[in-house]
């Protein structure tokens, strides 16, 4: 009789055991399932460079040292091949960052960018034809208002960049500053950002980062630099001789601006890239499909 209840006893517990093991791995199986329907839009992006590239005709604001890159090492060892350079710049010249300390005392540094700040959804202006027939042209609000009216409000935190055909231009110097004289600053001819238009996207769509494909977010004539002082107050970064503007679409990208972090910088040399979606798919436990709805890329940045 013993041994029978003893056996009963063995057998719930076994039973028991049994149940909570089958209960652990069904619901392990459900949160993994839950997980696998979850993970959807899974899509493939173009990458596209928009900076030039850094060499001895990178354009610098009269003033700074020219770039500085020599050999110190190139050469068959012993054993293998070895490679080693020397480079010096200034922090505002070619493809590059102006971070708000620039223009703003107090304001950020190089340095103490915050990531986030570093990305955005591109938003490109383009006044190609109004600066071929006026080189001082400044962006206006109106330019804004009127992109918005064929493809939206401009979505916040974005990154506003002016496509005024320079881009072409670069590296010579003389076209890039629309001079015969481009040692005299007094002299130059190029477009930009008017600061009223870009305290209006300050103010009104929040926007992260402002961009030209010029040398400057002031324009050639400016001598007080006010969209550089509006942009450094409100610790919006800038960004100066962006390349590549046209094989960007006018919204839809993402830029990332991968700024050099230089302590205590006011700026800095970048590499300027952006993501252009190519492909949607979206993804189950069954399998992988295209999808039709979009979704925003997220990006973690640690
Ligand atoms: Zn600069």
Not at 224 to 243: D, Q, R
């Amino acid at each position: 009789m013993c041994e029978e209840v003893a056996e009963d006893v063995v057998l719930s517990m076994m039973d028991k055991r049994s149940l909570y093991q089958r209960l652990t791995t069904s619901i392990f199986a459900l949160v993994i399932s839950l997980l696998l329907c979850c993970v959807t839009d899974v899509r493939t992006f173009k990458v596209v460079d928009l900076t030039h590239e850094l060499s001895d005709t990178t354009i610098y604001w009269p003033g700074n040292p020219q770039y500085n890159f020599s050999i110190l090492a190139r050469g068959q060892g012993s054993s293998f091949w070895y490679e080693s350079n020397y480079v010096a710049q200034a922090e505002h010249g070619g493809t590059h960052v102006d971070a708000p300390a620039h223009f703003y005392e107090g304001a950020w540094r190089t340095h103490q960018i915050p990531m986030e700040r570093l990305t955005g959804p591109a938003v490109i202006i383009d006044v190609k034809e109004k600066a071929r027939s006026n080189p001082d042209y400044r962006v206006q609000v109106s330019d804004v208002e009127d992109w918005e009216s064929v493809n939206g409000r401009i979505p916040d935190n974005a990154v506003v960049v002016m496509n005024s055909g320079w881009g072409y231009k670069y590296p010579n110097k003389t076209a890039v500053f629309g001079t015969s004289t481009p040692e005299v600053p007094s002299t130059f001819h190029f477009p930009a950002w008017h600061h009223d238009t870009v305290m209006w996207l300050i103010n009104k769509r929040f926007v992260y980062m402002i961009g030209v494909d010029t040398p400057s977010t002031d324009y050639g004539q400016s001598t007080e630099f006010p969209t550089h002082v509006v942009l450094a107050k409100y610790n919006v970064i800038g960004l100066e001789n962006v390349a590549n503007l046209d094989r960007l679409p006018v919204s839809g990208s993402r830029l990332f601006a991968a700024v050099i972090k230089t302590k205590d910088g006011s700026g800095g040399p970048a590499r300027l890239f952006a993501t252009i979606s190519t492909e949607e798919r979206e993804c189950t436990a069954t399998g992988c499909r295209q999808g039709s709805n979009l979704s925003v890329l997220t990006l973690v940045i640690d």
